[in-house]
T-cell receptor
Framework: DAGVIQSPRHEVTEMGQEVTLRCKPISGHNSLFWYRQTMMRGLELLIYFNNNVPIDDSGMPEDRFSAKMPNASFSTLKIQPSEPRDSAVYFC?????????????FGEGSRLTVL | GQQVMQIPQYQHVQEGEDFTTYCNSSTTLSNIQWYKQRPGGHPVFLIQLVKSGEVKKQKRLTFQFGEAKKNSSLHITATQTTDVGTYFCAGVTNAGKSTFGDGTTLTVKP
């Protein structure tokens, strides 16, 4: 079975540009999570969805970040406008159970570099 | 908010030596999960502990959950070069929210 699929794997962009990261969770999983990983701040939960509904977005840094989940098989994380401090690896993860009570399956990540 | 501390941040061992990483939460947890991330890779689930005082083993790995459900440890016996990576704990609250520790990065010298 395919795992969590993220695209793009790598993105290099200039400050001020819009960035859209995409995620396809594992089929049948009810929860989807967006994490950001940096050396300074480690793994941070940005937002998570349960049954396509955003449950906790308290980790979203600011209004420049937005996330959507229009259906059970697709989610996007958008940064507009991007800034150099947004450079990080962004992971999407999905879980069969609600919330983070069960095993999280991570995608391979999208490495974002903002120049 | 909930904080999860992990120590040590880095551990360098000679192949064959043992390794332990410790995880402490500021709040009582519903359960705790452990993940391993290889260099350049993504976190991969290792195990989940739910019961107070629980101990689980996976070959050379031993996981413990504290009696108060606020701390946990991962012990690797006789490390191998394949054990290199960063080990994260993730504390899950009763509300279903998880917080990852900063991880312990293990390097193994052959």
């Amino acid at each position: 079975d395919a795992g969590v699929i993220q695209s793009p794997r790598h993105e290099v962009t200039e400050m001020g540009q819009e960035v859209t990261l995409r995620c396809k969770p594992i089929s049948g999983h009810n929860s989807l999570f967006w994490y950001r990983q940096t050396m300074m701040r480690g793994l941070e939960l940005l937002i998570y969805f349960n049954n396509n509904v955003p449950i906790d977005d308290s980790g979203m840094p600011e209004d420049r970040f937005s996330a959507k989940m229009p259906n059970a098989s697709f989610s996007t994380l958008k940064i507009q406008p991007s800034e150099p401090r947004d450079s990080a690896v962004y992971f999407c993860a999905s879980s069969l159970t609600g919330g983070a009570t069960g095993e999280l399956f991570f995608g391979e990540g999208s490495r974002l570099t903002v120049l | 908010g909930q904080q999860v501390m992990q120590i040590p941040q880095y551990q360098h061992v000679q192949e064959g030596e043992d390794f332990t990483t410790y995880c402490n939460s500021s709040t009582t947890l519903s359960n705790i999960q452990w993940y391993k991330q290889r260099p350049g890779g993504h976190p991969v689930f290792l195990i989940q502990l739910v019961k107070s005082g629980e101990v689980k083993k996976q070959k050379r790995l031993t996981f413990q959950f504290g009696e108060a459900k606020k701390n946990s440890s991962l012990h690797i016996t006789a490390t191998q070069t394949t054990d290199v990576g960063t080990y994260f704990c993730a504390g899950v609250t009763n509300a279903g929210k998880s917080t990852f520790g900063d991880g312990t990065t293990l390097t193994v010298k052959p």
